[in-house]
């Protein structure tokens, strides 16, 4: 999906029975005239050309997102202030013309787009920048001309998912159980790196960025990994039990002639990430199992229960901190790998976890106050010979630990119509079987207890 329009691309003016007309530029001119800046503006007359003019916004590729029923649009702000829609070309006059053409293709019913409280620009939505504008150039104006836009969209949401339950429930029996995700999990849209910019205080530290690749920033991967599929198993595992982000670290060895990081052991933590009382503990427990077994600190991994596996500001500002520590430790080079496990993220293919090693790279001198690049690690997975008695040990100390839970995963419960929660546990983790088959029989000992825990 390229963002460079067609030829003669099609110029969309249609926003729906409550659209916001874009204005033209002496119409905008005349609203001001009569007393400059300080003139009140409607709300038809707070454009994004004005926006554009004052400096709230600015033009980019891609840095305006519409999420609309699970469905997601993403465009190009042009400096007339126009929308460029990255998925056709299609060039639209207006926020609401946008989004009421992208939402009518998911709902032909769909009358009205509310544009600027659907169309988010750099992760934020638009009516906030609106309102930035009337309190920084009208601050005695009335807030109303931004809250006349309703966002419906989350109680749409809303009442789909409701639908889609109601509809389970009179389709198959126990299909009530079905884990819908509520409007608390809604899903956080993924921006560029390149649309970031510098640091600011004020950006969402959960906003989600995608990766980049080694070869899109002029370098190469500075070190190979190998990880082996215990490791991956392991984690899984513990990012299947709880609808809460978890946390663990992982154990391996740093080769500096062959340049190799060789992921050998996982270690969850057996802690709540808000609980820093017990988190000192349980990581002085980890240092001394990495010593006992000849093993360095090589990286960490957490959970996106029921998100994309992308990192999000907070965890890039988290794996830089990593790796200058891991770096500063015996003063030498030593990567330190971050890996994200979505498991429940709907957008997955089949019942797997998607999992994403990253890394961080700096960024330029010339730029320290912007965020750090997330990149994507290519790694090779080494398929072990045996499921071991310490991988074993360690899952039936994440079964206790999580027994009595409130965020405990409940694996009679459905996934999807014709799939329960311990079907996709099970085809999650085969994913990442050992070469003797007799796993299986192993691990059906652990899944019985999983089934007693509901």
């Given at each position: 999906?390229?963002?460079?329009?067609?030829?003669?691309?099609?110029?969309?003016?249609?926003?729906?029975?409550?659209?916001?007309?874009?204005?033209?530029?002496?119409?905008?001119?005349?609203?001001?005239?009569?007393?400059?800046?300080?003139?009140?503006?409607?709300?038809?007359?707070?454009?994004?050309?004005?926006?554009?003019?004052?400096?709230?916004?600015?033009?980019?590729?891609?840095?305006?997102?519409?999420?609309?029923?699970?469905?997601?649009?993403?465009?190009?702000?042009?400096?007339?202030?126009?929308?460029?829609?990255?998925?056709?070309?299609?060039?639209?006059?207006?926020?609401?013309a946008?989004?009421?053409?992208?939402?009518?293709?998911?709902?032909?019913?769909?009358?009205?787009?509310?544009?600027?409280?659907?169309?988010?620009?750099?992760?934020?939505?638009?009516?906030?920048?609106?309102?930035?504008?009337?309190?920084?150039?009208?601050?005695?104006?009335?807030?109303?001309?931004?809250?006349?836009?309703?966002?419906?969209?989350?109680?749409?949401?809303?009442?789909?998912?409701?639908?889609?339950?109601?509809?389970?429930?009179n389709?198959?029996?126990?299909?009530?159980?079905?884990m819908?995700?509520?409007?608390?999990?809604?899903?956080?849209?993924?921006?560029?790196?390149?649309?970031?910019?510098?640091?600011?205080?004020?950006?969402d530290?959960?906003?989600?960025?995608?990766?980049?690749?080694?070869?899109?920033?002029?370098?190469?991967?500075?070190?190979?990994?190998?990880?082996?599929?215990?490791?991956?198993?392991?984690?899984?595992?513990?990012?299947?039990?709880?609808?809460?982000?978890?946390?663990?670290?992982?154990?391996?060895?740093?080769?500096?002639?062959?340049?190799?990081?060789?992921?050998?052991?996982?270690?969850?933590c057996?802690?709540?990430?808000?609980?820093?009382?017990?988190?000192?503990?349980?990581?002085?427990?980890?240092?001394?199992?990495?010593?006992?077994?000849?093993?360095?600190?090589?990286?960490?991994?957490?959970?996106?229960?029921?998100?994309?596996?992308?990192?999000?500001?907070?965890?890039?500002?988290?794996?830089?901190?990593?790796?200058?520590?891991?770096?500063g430790?015996?003063?030498?080079?030593?990567?330190?790998?971050?890996?994200?496990?979505?498991?429940?993220?709907?957008?997955?293919?089949g019942?797997?976890?998607?999992?994403?090693?990253?890394?961080?790279?700096?960024?330029?001198?010339?730029?320290?106050?912007?965020?750090?690049?997330?990149v994507?690690?290519?790694?090779?997975?080494?398929?072990?010979?045996?499921?071991?008695?310490?991988?074993?040990?360690?899952?039936m100390?994440?079964?206790?630990?999580?027994?009595?839970?409130?965020?405990?995963?409940?694996?009679?419960?459905?996934?999807?119509?014709?799939?329960?929660?311990?079907?996709?546990?099970?085809?999650?983790?085969?994913?990442?079987?050992?070469?003797?088959?007799?796993?299986?029989?192993?691990?059906?000992?652990?899944?019985?207890?999983?089934?007693?825990?509901?």
């Open positions: 999906m390229g963002s460079e329009p067609p030829s003669s691309p099609q110029v969309v003016e249609d926003g729906g029975e409550e659209d916001e007309e874009e204005l033209s530029g002496g119409e905008e001119a005349d609203l001001r005239s009569s007393s400059g800046r300080g003139s009140l503006l409607t709300r038809r007359g707070i454009t994004l050309r004005v926006l554009l003019k004052d400096g709230l916004v600015e033009p980019g590729d891609g840095v305006l997102a519409i999420h609309y029923l699970g469905k997601n649009f993403v465009g190009d702000l042009l400096n007339d202030g126009k929308i460029r829609w990255v998925e056709t070309g299609q060039i639209f006059n207006s926020p609401s946008w989004a009421t053409h992208c939402k009518r293709l998911v709902n032909p019913a769909k009358k009205s787009g509310c544009g600027w409280a659907s169309v988010r620009y750099r992760g934020q939505k638009l009516v906030q920048y609106k309102t930035t504008w009337l309190h920084k150039y009208q601050p005695s104006a009335d807030m109303s001309l931004v809250s006349e836009e309703d966002d419906d969209d989350e109680e749409e949401e809303g009442k789909a998912a409701v639908q889609a339950d109601e509809k389970n429930k389709t198959k029996p126990g299909l009530h159980d079905v819908v995700p509520r409007r608390t999990d809604r899903e956080r849209i993924p921006v560029r790196y390149c649309s970031l910019g510098t640091r600011d205080a004020a950006r530290p959960h906003t989600l960025v995608e990766l980049s690749a080694f070869s899109a920033i002029n370098r190469f991967q500075p070190f190979n990994v190998a990880v082996s599929s215990n490791v991956l198993l392991l984690m899984d595992f513990h990012c299947h039990l709880t609808t809460s982000e978890v946390v663990g670290y992982l154990g391996g060895r740093w080769d500096t002639n062959t340049q190799l990081l060789t992921v050998l052991r996982a270690f969850p057996r802690t709540r990430l808000a609980d820093r009382d017990s988190a000192s503990a349980v990581e002085e427990e980890i240092c001394q199992n990495l010593f006992m077994r000849g093993l360095s600190l090589v990286g960490w991994y957490h959970s996106h229960p029921r998100g994309p596996a992308l990192p999000s500001l907070q965890d890039i500002d988290s794996q830089m901190d990593h790796q200058l520590r891991l770096q430790s015996n003063n030498g080079f030593q990567p330190c790998l971050g890996i994200i496990c979505g498991p429940y993220y709907h957008g997955n293919q019942v797997a976890s998607t999992i994403t090693p990253f890394w961080v790279v700096p960024p330029p001198e010339q730029r320290p106050n912007d965020y750090g690049i997330p994507a690690v290519e790694v090779t997975y080494v398929q072990d010979n045996f499921l071991t008695s310490d991988v074993l040990n360690e899952m100390l994440l079964v206790e630990y999580y027994r009595t839970a409130p965020d405990l995963v409940q694996f009679n419960q459905y996934w999807c119509p014709d799939t329960t929660m311990m079907d996709k546990i099970k085809g999650s983790l085969s994913c990442h079987a050992p070469k003797d088959q007799a796993y299986s029989q192993i691990l059906e000992h652990v899944y019985s207890q999983l089934s007693n825990m509901q």
